[in-house]
């Protein structure tokens, strides 16, 4: 309880009055002589009892009435918050917490509820006295406080909330109120309060309690919630829109994974929509039964290489920002794969290559397949362009023209990519002097090569691969269920290795020897496989395990300079690295068509830095040097936001509702003002004072009844 004027209350000392006449007009009866007569007596005595009841009760009366006037001019206020306990003459503190995630974009009876919020915000504020001051916040990712100090410009923090945007981002709740407390706890002097205008969804607020002890809060600062948008209207959503091809190659069907939601309580048809590059290519009905999620898989191609923007959108509905996704995808033409076998000894056809061919490309196909295979003898390779190649393979090589061991150098550094199998052929010492020591910085191994170890020969040994890299994208796959495990294949001699200091070991032999060895290379990679690529020293190329792992190897090669963005969330910072040079300007496409300069950038030997906050709005973005795009990202909402349950109020602790039905009951800023200050008690003691003193008056003029009752 508070006073609005408190020095009133020394008029308590009044009822001190009351009581002092009370004491002084107490009369002592005088002692007289009369006849032994019994109703006399009786008579008195009955008087007396009845003029002391009555004294009693005017005194209590009289005391009460004093009680009341002093508590009508000192104005009492109680109520159930922390800040109806605190003076009423001290200022306030507070902070309007506005949400404006993904959620808020719903309407309720017709009116946006990110609106109404506006609205409730803007009410709140007005209540703001001139001592008082405030701060503004807003609740999505990454959310915070639009000021970080506290201030007394109320015009400015209306405009903040004027100009506060609905966004398609997810709902951070601490990271506003958290910043908040921190501004008020040391405000001992102010009535402290944070006021959170929100939907209330359980999908935001559930992970939030249970993360928070609320309990622990300051208790002098109060926490009002205040809901809007009623109950959660019906929604559809588009979830997740995703390939899981590992690349995506010009003019072969894709399997496109789609996952719509039903937030519903009937079965709902989805006319599913999806477009390429803005052309509408597939259309379709997907039933989804009620309150459950639904994957489908549709086929589609691409007609073109590079970036591509692919959209799916359903019909719409209260909340329509979860009703599109966007998804970038790169589009690749086959990867033309140079492989370097050994020259032809003795006449006799060299097939080095056989088992690399056939699991790249069993039909030698130059369409409709991932790679396109070309086999060259070491002789003939002195004029070839490594750079017009995805990746080079060398084969169980004895010797190469030092002319091509330069392009190959300066190819790996520029981007491509090296694959080296090792073999009988192989001289430890050249290639250890030519493809590492002559080449300096630009070499080629990512290890040093020694002996031989075991015998393909007699086969009396077979080693096992063990300590797969199964977070490597050449072995990721296998680390999956029923995808096979390598492991299991026999390798009878390899050659002793030892990597380099920046090279990854993606696996050793059973004894602990390196097995498969990767560095980068400048912008490109060199793998070492110490062993054959056909059946004379394992009997890997024959195993099912075989064929998977070339592929991924190669892939992960060929689409490791690619900038691929994914998973990315409206507000959420990008950071990338491109090829490029200091004279490259840097542009960043939004999805509304506006072009943004890319700043910040940081030059170090031709790779540029670079980052952008501004991914607010969902949809496709593409990033360019100079004229030529270089890669693309698409934001999407959080699947979580489509979710509008509404949590029960009685499951957050410490906060105190605010609740407002349209049209009914005390306003916004009455409900604030009594959440404030609390109830006016004033209003109620001079009722009661009129009211006693009625009482009090009728009491005294009251005469007493001098008859004796019950005589004898």
Request: aromatic share 8%.
């Amino acid at each position: 309880m508070n006073f609005a004027s408190p020095w009133f209350l020394l008029g308590l000392l009044g009822i001190a009055i009351p009581i002092w006449l009370h004491l002084f007009f107490q009369k002592t009866p005088v002692m007289k002589d009369f006849p032994s007569l019994r109703l006399i007596m009786k008579s008195v005595e009955y008087l007396s009892h009845q003029r002391k009841i009555r004294n009693l009760i005017l005194m209590a009366l009289r005391i009460a009435l004093i009680f009341l006037a002093v508590m009508a001019l000192a104005r009492p206020f109680i109520g159930q918050s922390a800040g109806a306990g605190v003076s009423s003459s001290a200022p306030t503190a507070f902070v309007i917490l506005l949400d404006n995630s993904m959620s808020m974009g719903s309407t309720y009876q017709g009116v946006s509820v990110f609106n109404t919020a506006r609205a409730r915000a803007l009410d709140i504020l007005d209540q703001m006295n001139p001592s008082d001051k405030a701060t503004i916040g807003l609740i999505n990712e990454p959310g915070g406080l639009v000021f970080p100090q506290l201030t007394w410009d109320k015009e400015a923090l209306r405009q903040s909330i004027n100009n506060a945007k609905l966004t398609a981002a997810g709902t951070d709740i601490a990271s506003a109120i958290l910043p908040a407390l921190e501004l008020l706890v040391p405000l001992t002097g102010y009535k402290r309060t944070i006021y959170v205008v929100t939907d209330m969804t359980e999908s935001a607020w559930k992970p939030f309690v249970e993360k928070y002890d609320l309990e622990r809060i300051d208790k002098g600062i109060d926490l009002v919630m205040v809901p809007v948008g009623g109950t959660a209207p019906e929604n559809m959503a588009i979830t997740n829109l995703e390939t899981d091809a590992s690349v995506v190659m010009l003019g072969r069907k894709v399997p496109l994974k789609l996952t719509i939601a039903n937030y519903t309580n009937k079965k709902q048809i989805a006319k599913v929509s999806i477009s390429i590059n803005g052309e509408r290519r597939i259309g379709t009905d997907i039933e989804v039964e009620a309150g459950s999620e639904k994957i489908s898989v549709l086929d589609c191609s691409f007609s073109k290489t590079g970036m591509n923007h692919l959209e799916a959108s359903i019909q719409g509905d209260a909340l329509p920002l979860d009703d599109t996704r966007h998804l970038a995808i790169r589009v690749f033409e086959p990867c033309k794969v140079l492989l370097i076998k050994p020259d032809n000894v003795n006449n006799t056809e060299n097939n080095d290559d056989i088992f690399i061919k056939f699991a790249l490309n069993p039909l030698n196909k130059s369409k409709e397949n991932i790679f396109v295979v070309e086999s060259r003898l070491t002789s003939e390779i002195t004029n070839v362009e490594p750079s017009n190649y995805s990746a080079v393979i060398l084969l169980n090589q004895r010797h190469i023209p030092e002319v091509f061991i330069k392009k190959l150098s300066e190819y790996v550094l520029a981007g491509g990519n090296l694959v080296t199998f090792l073999g009988d052929r192989v001289e430890p010492d050249w290639y250890n002097k030519y493809l590492s020591d002559n080449l300096g910085g630009g070499y080629l191994l990512p290890a040093r090569i020694f002996k031989r170890v075991g015998n393909s020969v007699s086969k009396a040994v077979g080693y096992q691969l063990t300590d797969i890299d199964l977070g490597h994208p050449a072995f990721s796959i296998f680390g999956k269920d029923g995808n096979g495990d390598p492991s299991r294949a026999k390798i009878y001699e390899f050659f002793q290795v030892r990597p380099n200091p920046t090279a990854m070991m993606l696996c050793r032999m059973s004894h602990g020897l390196p097995g498969i060895i990767e560095e980068k290379r400048g912008r490109g990679r060199s793998l070492l496989v110490t062993f054959t690529p056909d059946n004379r020293w394992s009997d890997w190329p024959i195993k099912p395990t075989w064929l998977p792992f070339l592929h991924q190897s190669l892939i992960a090669m060929v689409t490791a300079n690619d900038l691929t963005i994914n998973g990315a969330r409206p507000g959420m910072i990008i950071s990338a690295t491109l090829n490029a040079t200091a004279d490259n300007k840097v542009t960043l496409k939004r999805p509304d068509g506006s072009i943004e300069n890319v700043d910040g950038l940081t030059l170090t030997k031709g790779i540029l830095h670079f980052t952008t906050k501004n991914t607010n709005m969902p949809g496709y973005y593409e990033l360019a040097v100079g004229n030529k795009l270089v890669s693309a990202f698409a934001i999407n909402p959080p699947a979580e936001e489509s979710r509008l349950t509404r949590i029960n109020l009685r499951k957050i602790p410490r906060f105190i509702p605010l609740e407002q039905e349209v049209g009914k009951g005390k306003s916004v800023k009455e409900k604030v003002t009594i959440l404030r200050d609390g109830y006016d008690m004033s209003g109620i003691a001079i009722w009661l004072l009129l009211l006693l003193a009625l009482i009090e008056g009728f009491f005294a003029n009251k005469p007493i009844d001098e008859r004796v009752k019950n005589p004898i």
